[in-house]
T-cell receptor
Framework: GAGVSQSPSNKVTEKGKDVELRCDPI?????LYWYRQSLGQGLEFLIY????????KSGLPSDRFSAERTGGSVSTLTIQRTQQEDSAVYLC??????????????FGPGTRLLVL | AQSVTQPDIHITVSEGASLELRCNYS??????LFWYVQSPGQGLQLLLK??????LVQGIKGFEAEFKRSQSSFNLRKPSVHWSDAAEYFC??????????FGGGTRVLVKP
């Protein structure tokens, strides 16, 4: 079946603008994760959804970052008033559930964000 | 908190030679361990995972990894490397909770 998809694949924006990044998880996967991959910080966890709730938002770097998930499926990561340090690849992953620790996360291709 | 260290930032290997990528983790109990591979411009693809049981796990593309509790290691190996194995490899640990903690990655270059 289809894997995790993300859009756009690339996004160039100007400092101070808002951006929205979209993630479509694998069908039937109830858990969804956002990670950020940047040169200086490597791969970092941002937020985790179980269904439409986000029990773990501990990785969101500032209040400029927010995410939501609707219908237990699509998720949107929003970055307000973008800064140059937000430039990174934003990766989304999904897993079947989070009921046990033995859940494998499957990743999408990422959205490469460049803030000028 | 858990952490993962991949000591080698870059490794160059000749095609047909063997490859070993090192991964050390820090966690109080037995963690769940993963190796992912990332080709240029791509997302992360799961190579293999260890949850429990046999400490030698087989993965896709001819890779295997061995969990050694005494050394807190989960090294990835491949007996004979192909040019298509050139990529960046990430070790990750999933401890309590749901998030993955990744190592810094090892970039593999394959010489013809």
């Amino acid at each position: 079946g289809a894997g995790v998809s993300q859009s756009p694949s690339n996004k160039v924006t100007e400092k101070g603008k808002d951006v929205e990044l979209r993630c479509d998880p694998i069908s039937g996967h109830t858990a969804l994760y956002w990670y950020r991959q940047s040169l200086g910080q490597g791969l970092e966890f941002l937020i985790y959804f179980q269904g439409n709730s986000a029990p773990d938002k501990s990785g969101l770097p500032s209040d400029r970052f927010s995410a939501e998930r609707t219908g237990g499926s699509v998720s949107t990561l929003t970055i307000q008033r973008t800064q140059q340090e937000d430039s990174a690849v934003y990766l989304c992953a999904s897993s079947l559930s989070s009921g046990t620790d033995q859940e494998t996360q499957y990743f999408g291709p990422g959205t490469r964000l460049l803030v000028l | 908190a858990q952490s993962v260290t991949q000591p080698d930032i870059h490794i160059t290997v000749s095609e047909g030679a063997s490859l070993e990528l090192r991964c050390n983790y820090s966690y109080g109990a037995t963690p769940y361990l993963f190796w992912y591979v990332q080709s240029p411009g791509q997302g992360l693809q799961l190579l293999l995972k260890y949850f429990s049981g046999d400490t030698l796990v087989q993965g896709i593309k001819g890779f295997e990894a061995e969990f050694k509790r005494s050394q807190s290691s989960f090294n990835l190996r491949k007996p004979s490397v192909h040019w298509s194995d050139a990529a960046e490899y990430f070790c990750a640990v999933k401890a309590a909770g749901n998030k993955l903690t990744f190592g810094g990655g090892t970039r593999v270059l394959v010489k013809p």
